[in-house]
């Protein structure tokens, strides 16, 4: 089993700034991609960014220029730096890692969600 773990949320201000981590656990064979995705009540989980084991990045058009994904293939750990924060960035932000546990077997797990909450 994968497991995910997730920090960083917290309340800021419109204009602020916040540094999420996720980090996995336990002995993985490959990571491929990596990615943050966020849900707001009443709203379907969405995808903000995704950064693939060569580090190649792709953003939610809402995040662009804003956000930015980064990640630690040492030590299996993606970032998510989000500036500028608006409120309409609230959200449990949840991680995402997709890979092979073992050389035959993959994994595609999600963390637990961190709470973000921008107040206007």
């Known amino acids: 089993q994968v497991q995910l773990v997730e920090s960083g949320g917290g309340l800021v201000q419109a204009g602020g700034s916040l540094r999420l981590s996720c980090t996995t656990s336990?002995?993985?064979?490959?990571?491929?991609?990596m990615s943050w995705y966020r849900q707001a009540p009443g709203n379907q989980r969405e995808l903000v960014a995704t950064?693939?084991?060569?580090?190649?990045?792709n953003y939610a058009d809402s995040v662009k220029g804003r956000f930015i994904i980064s990640r630690d293939n040492a030590k299996n750990t993606v970032h998510l730096q989000m500036n500028n924060l608006r409120p309409e960035d609230t959200a449990i932000y949840y991680c995402?890692?997709?890979?092979?546990?073992?050389?035959?077997?993959?994994?595609?797990?999600w963390g637990q969600g961190t709470q973000v909450t921008v107040s206007s």
């Open positions: 336990g002995r993985l064979f490959r990571i491929n991609d």
């Open positions: 995402n890692a997709q890979g092979f546990r073992t050389q035959l077997h993959t994994f595609d797990s």
């Open positions: 950064i693939t084991s060569g580090g190649s990045t």
